[in-house]
């Protein structure tokens, strides 16, 4: 597999940038789990695809670990500021549906099982079943985030060409595809 198809494969789904990591530099920390149980988000427990529904976080750690490379991408929206909760959902669904079309666009590129994660949750419905008591619709589309797997976005990706912030009034998502080759 070259790296440049698959970094093309993202950037023609809409991400802004993109890159290939290897296993050593992605960053992870337990206590990613930590501050999604502080629910600063006010999505703890409403989503299928967030903790506590995604299982241990060392366990998670430890597949993220099993892949050896990662393709890392971003999408990058604006806003109308940085109050603009509406413009960031929005800004989240949009990356949700990039995210989606990278998943569709490597999988043939990719010869071995792999692991996509989104970020913040899954945003794929506009209200998640779980707040209905009812079981996942797109249990084969649903998407986990970085952080729900202890994945370190800032650390991450500071020493790669994707910047954390992108400038006034933007809001930036990352994401990542995990495969072995
Ligand atoms: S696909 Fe829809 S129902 Fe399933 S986890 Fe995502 S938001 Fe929830």
């Not at 909760?85 to 990039?98: D, K, P, S």
């Amino acid at each position: 597999m070259e790296d440049q198809a698959l970094i093309d494969a993202a950037l023609s789904c809409g991400a802004a940038k993109a890159t290939l990591l290897d296993q050593q530099q992605i960053v992870l920390s337990e206590t990613f789990r930590a501050i999604c149980e502080s629910n600063q988000c006010g999505g703890y427990g409403k989503c299928w695809m967030c903790p506590p529904y995604i299982g241990e976080i060392h366990q998670l750690m430890d597949t993220v670990r099993s892949y050896p490379r990662g393709l890392w991408f971003q999408t990058i929206s604006d806003i109308e500021d940085s109050y603009d909760i509406e413009g960031m959902f929005e800004a989240g669904a949009r990356h949700a549906q990039v995210s989606s079309r990278i998943r569709e666009k490597v999988a043939p590129l990719l010869k071995q099982p792999f692991l996509l994660l989104s970020c913040g949750g899954c945003h794929l419905c506009e209200v998640c079943a779980k707040q209905e008591d009812k079981p996942c619709r797109f249990p084969d589309r649903a998407l986990s985030s970085l952080e729900g797997y202890g994945v370190d976005v800032y650390n991450t990706t500071k020493d790669t060409d994707l910047k954390y912030i992108n400038g006034q009034n933007t809001v930036t998502y990352f994401g990542i595809v995990l495969f072995s080759e």
